[in-house]
């Protein structure tokens, strides 16, 4: 049974960058052709995709976000990574990492998601 | 456009049958796949592809897509599908993943 584990400060200050670390376990990150993600959820609204990387090191984003996003994988460790620079409070959320499956072109889905961490941006 | 618009809420009787809808252009070309989300607790996919359940989704669960709209149908609603639910496809830049409707609470009365 794969399991994904988020890890990270859980407040950040206003203009820094929020680093967060998803431990995949159950099973290789390099293993299947699976894209590795990142998706958050402000309080109370909708979920919103940040960006994906494949084990490979390619890597897409949000475009909304693209500007602040660096997402990275280190297989060695079974891990990967977020860091997202200058953030204000709307960047305060509860932030997912989730593994997707590509069937084909036209299907694609999230299933096995991390439990989530809640990031707070505040001085 | 990236957009998937749904309806903010919907309620269904118990043992009822509930239609969550999901409208947006990338859905006539990818398929969408939906996600339960209980309080405090991380997504859970239902459906996936033209109609595919997970293992361990109740077979009460389907989905289905015409033109621009993807539905989610609960036929025969239990109080443990009270929930969130969204919708998700490739986005316009060709994502996977990219863009999640907006989300419907579902209440089963």
């Known amino acids: 049974q794969v399991q994904l584990q988020e890890s990270g400060p859980g407040l950040v200050k206003p203009s820094q960058t929020l680093s967060l670390t998803c431990t995949v376990s159950?099973?290789?990150?390099?293993?299947?052709?699976?894209?590795w993600n990142w998706i958050r959820q402000p309080a109370g609204k909708g979920l919103e995709w940040i960006g994906r990387?494949?084990?490979?090191?390619?890597?897409n984003y949000n475009p909304s976000l693209k500007s602040r996003v660096t997402i990275s994988v280190d297989t060695s460790k079974n891990q990967f990574s977020l860091k997202l620079s200058s953030v204000t409070a709307a960047d305060t959320a509860v932030y997912f990492c989730?593994?997707?499956?590509?069937?084909?072109?036209?299907?694609?889905?999230?299933?096995?998601w991390g439990q989530g961490s809640l990031v707070t941006v505040s001085s | 456009s990236s957009e998937l618009t749904q309806d903010p809420a919907v309620s269904v009787a118990l043992g009822q049958t509930v239609r969550i809808t999901c409208q947006g252009d990338s859905l006539r070309s990818y398929y969408a796949s939906w996600y339960q989300q209980k309080p405090g607790l991380a997504p859970v996919l239902v459906i996936y592809g033209k109609n595919n359940r997970p293992s361990g989704i109740p077979d009460r669960f389907s989905g289905s897509t015409s033109r621009n709209t993807a539905s989610l149908t609960i036929t025969g609603a239990q109080a443990e599908d009270e929930a969130d639910y969204y919708c998700n496809s490739r986005d316009s830049s060709g994502n996977h993943l990219g863009v999640f409707g907006t989300g419907t609470k579902v209440t089963v009365l």
């Open positions: 990387i494949y084990t490979s090191g390619s890597t």
């Open positions: 989730a593994r997707a499956v590509v069937i084909s072109s036209t299907i694609s889905y999230a299933d096995y």
């Open positions: 159950g099973g290789s990150i390099s293993s299947g052709t699976y894209f």
